[in-house]
Nanobody, 122 residues
Framework: LQFVESGGGLVQAGGSLRLSCAAS????????VGWFRQAPGKEREGVSCMSASGGERSDANSVSGRFTISRDNAKNTVYLQMNNLKPEDTGVYYC????????????????WGQGTQVTVSS
């Protein structure tokens, strides 16, 4: 099971980025998926997660209304659209998958990508 993440980079506050996470070695539509981030010196936190069907979603309060998780099962890819970015959104962003949608906390996810850096300047 592998993920390849892309789309990170440097952006000014107020800007937008779209992260992509392409899965290989398994069919992503059978898994709950999520995006997580980790800032230096901080624990990894859940940003936005969704069930395999897409019927259940969970967003961190800090990103609600600004970030949107989506999936394209035909492309076996998960996306995170990030708008109105803030400096506190800076960190390494990871996608992950779980067999069941129980939580948007990192401990609930079994398969992880390598991460992509997002830096938001003020």
């Amino acid at each position: 099971l592998q993920f390849v993440e892309s789309g990170g980079g440097l952006v000014q506050a107020g800007g937008s980025l779209r992260l992509s996470c392409a899965a290989s070695g398994f069919t992503l539509d059978r898994f709950a998926v999520g995006w997580f981030r980790q800032a230096p010196g901080k624990e990894r936190e859940g940003v936005s997660c969704m069930s395999a069907s897409g019927g259940e979603r969970s967003d961190a309060n800090s990103v609600s209304g600004r970030f949107t998780i989506s999936r394209d099962n035909a492309k076996n890819t998960v996306y995170l659209q990030m708008n109105n970015l803030k400096p506190e959104d800076t960190g390494v962003y990871y996608c992950a998958a779980a067999h069941l949608f129980r939580t948007c906390a990192a401990y609930g996810y079994d398969y992880w990508g390598q991460g992509t850096q997002v830096t938001v300047s003020s």
